[in-house]
């Protein structure tokens, strides 16, 4: 049923040990080879968003060992030549917005591997290269985790010093925070935020903090500062780096899964994005910075990948290392190294071998040792909102836990809807015509909601440290003013007691933050700015579960003679702990928004160095993603690839309609007949009318006209460079030149002119399935090997061909959506 010839046997084979070994070769995205009209309008209408120095293509560097996966060129009599004998710079390449052929660069990396290793029984130096050669992807990774790990820990303590100076500073010196500030200060333990060295803006501006009039200045400069901090943030991505806004994991989801975007892990983009993080960050918006991480990371990976050659020139490869840098940046943005590997096989990337999963391993060791010896926040942790709870946890707590991940699966699905709603009316109306202009007055709004409530105005990592803390004796926070009884303590433990007038407080305060995170949140992210949904969705989270928990805990003190509380919550013990019910909620709201499930545990414990509490984070985040699911099946990344409309096979949906390969295929039955080339008889001026007059990436090579029979097929890009480089490099090579893709060319007149001989850059071994192959295999085919494009036969004569866009247009139209919204936009 699957491919005739040679081919068949592979290719069965190859399914079913790709499928055990990879789960799949590669979510591809896709250039149209039907229509390459669609990616030529796309490169032109998007080309104020590439760096052209960025990312510089590859047609330099591809040079050595390109002919090998098609075959070497043949030598020819005095009047046939294949000047191909050596690979040309640019044949093999990719062009933007296009997608990589993972076969062959699989293909070609074995070649380069075989030869090094037969090469290194030979000499001396020869074997100190393949030494050097398998211990290159190990330097890398070193190389990887120290940058990401150094820009990570920079990133932390700026944004932590700008975010301090919107309420004041220090004049000790102005570099210090808030919390630095007053280290060396000699005030009590409960006055630590009011040591003398610290002004406000009032005070230093009056001379005095208290009144209406310094309360009005403190606002004022507040809104000032965080407008400021966010024009800058916009400015700098809309001039310098357009591809720095957003969080990135979408693209990098497609990048990883084959498609090229140049200039999006550049070099531009990874400068401009760890300021303008700094910026957006410190602006107070309702964002996170640990999104943008796993971005920034990637940049470093793939800048770093041009020091070595095998990297370098092979992009398949170059993408196992941005699956290592994804695993480098979680682990330094959450201070999770396991997590960081976890998110990365589970979150974004396709392609993930063994080796893959040892080296991000690595790379996620080396960042997080690299930021735990910068020690930006100066108390020993990877993060601002690392807690230990002693107490342990009953079992009947599991049912307000899955009651927090209802919540979370209720709360992403309203936010996934909302937000790429909002966004489709961004796309779609003028208002994406002015991202200053949204980026400023979402600010304003957000800060001047956000000043008068002391829960909005602190940053939103302080917030969730703040709502994951468990009370002690010396807390000083409104969350702790509890009615003390002195006399029931016992050492360190304090036991569940009667809530005070702070704690009330709080609570209402609480509230209001949740309503204001809830709404202000869709409206963020998406905007032109570095902008993260891990922390604002914990946020949500935290503070949910903070007042669920306070609730359960008043419930167990004023009622502890009830059934549910007498077995195992008697007076004066500490039953609840409501910073445990913050870190639940966390979970499922991140859960809920990103439908991660293992990664997310992993990453929440590592955080709080508590492994008795898996089970707790284990129910919420699975009901999470149930209840989510069950509303919508696509996460918050997977929704933004859609919106976009990245090429992207999703490896998780099943496609279960029974069609064939025949009802896909190109042509149709009213489209002109396909564009094929011949083996022998088109001539060079034949072969560039067919290039000039269609816009399509390849075409299929066939003995003849009439008889159909499939040759091979040849890239476009490939044909150009190399008729191009003939005409400017061989004599007697002239429009009607015979183009022969075989070895033994059939025999001329000796007046005629030389024969241009392309056979290797002919794909001899393209990809087949017969007219009556389901779609549900193609599909898989596509999956799996991470297919270009795919011919179909019928009795071993082509009949047409399906591409991934074909494809994904076909799944989309049997799911009732627009077909044609697979476009890369």
Known sequence: MVSHGPWGHWLSWGLEALAMDQKGFRRGSFQSATSDEDMLEIAGASMEFSMADDDPPLDREMGAGFSSYNGGGMNGTSTMMDFLEEPLPGVGTYEDFNTIDWVREKSRDRDRHREITNRSKESTWALLHSVSDAFSGWLLMLLIGLLAGSLAGLIDISAHWMTDLKEGVCLAGFWFNHEHCCWKSNTTFTDRDKCPEWKSWSQLILGHGEGNFAYILNYFMYVIWALMFSLLAVLLVKGFAPYACGSGIPEIKTILSGFIIRGYLGKWTLVIKTITLVLAVSSGLSLGKEGPLVHVACCCGNILCHLFTKYRKNEAKRREVLSAAAAAGVSVAFGAPIGGVLFSLEEVSYYFPLKTLWRSFFAALVAAFTLRSINPFGNSRLVLFYVEFHMPWHLLELVPFILLGIFGGLWGAFFIRSNIAWCRRRKTTRLGKYPVLEVIVVTAITAILAFPNEYTRMSTSELISELFNDCGILDSSKLCEYVNDFNSTKGD?????????????????????????VFITIFTFGMKVPSGLFIPSMAVGAIAGRLLGVAVEQLAFYHHDWAIFSGWCSPGA?????GLYAMVGAAACLGGVTRMTVSLVVIMFELTGGLEYIVPLMAAAMTSKWVADAIGREGIYDAHIRLNGYPFLEAKEEFSHKTRAMDVMRPRKSDPPLTVITQDTMTVEDVE?????????????????????LVGFVLRRDLIISIENARKKQDGIVSTSIICFTDYCPPLPPSSPSVLKLRSILDLSPFTVTDETPMEIVVDIFRKLGLRQCLVTHNGKLLGIITKKDVLKHIAQMANQDPDSILFN
């Open 493 to 517: 433990d304090l036991p569940d007691r009667a809530a005070g007038p702070g704690v009330y407080t709080a609570m209402w305060q609480l509230a209001l933050a949740l309503i204001m995170k």
């Open 689 to 709: 009318t067919i290039v000039t007059s269609t816009t399509y990436s390849g075409y299929p090579v066939v003995v003849s006209r009439t008889s159909q029979r």
């Open 574 to 578: 500490d039953c609840i702990t409501p």
